[in-house]
């Protein structure tokens, strides 16, 4: 899953989204929200994440943490994470959002009744939310440069 994926919603906003390993379980992650084309990018919003693979039957899910936690944007004082089943399908990484404390999932009250019920209704559409998200692998140089560029990110 390591790389630059590239998506672009319904509202015409683009996703640079690098994904790198950090050590053995985990990756870090930066999305980088924007609108236009090199070398006219208009920056919106940057987000940085610590994120895991997690195994559950024949699917994967990925979970992440957001690394500057804003109190308004989690529950109380804990960060909001984001759980979202991700596939490769035909060299493209798809990512489908899991419904957070309101879905089916939100009624478990550990880890292992989480599991279990993502692995009960992994196929149910109650369990997600949206659209699956759908990244293509992104290699043109000029682009990622202009988009890093545009938030000040050459890191």
């Known amino acids: 899953f390591s790389g630059v994926w590239l998506s672009t919603d319904a509202f015409d906003q683009t996703t640079l989204m690098v994904m790198r390993p950090y050590d053995a379980r985990t990756y870090l ?82 880890r292992a009744e989480l599991e279990a019920a993502i692995a009960e209704n992994v196929d149910a559409p109650s369990l997600y939310i949206g659209d699956v998200i759908v990244f293509a692998k992104e290699k043109d140089e000029r682009l990622i440069q202009g988009v890093l560029e545009a938030f000040h990110s050459n890191d």
Not at 71 to 86: E, H, K, L
Not at 94 to 100: K, S
């Open 29 to 110: 992650i930066r999305t980088l929200k924007f609108h236009g084309e090199a070398p006219d990018i208009d920056a919106d919003t940057r987000s940085d994440w610590k994120a895991w693979l997690t195994p559950i039957g024949d699917s994967t899910f990925l979970t992440m943490e957001p690394l500057r936690f804003l109190p308004s944007a989690g529950t109380g004082d804990r960060p909001a994470y984001f759980v979202a089943r991700i596939d490769l399908v035909d060299g493209k990484l798809h990512l489908h959002l899991l419904i957070g404390t309101s879905g089916l999932a939100g009624k478990a009250t550990d």
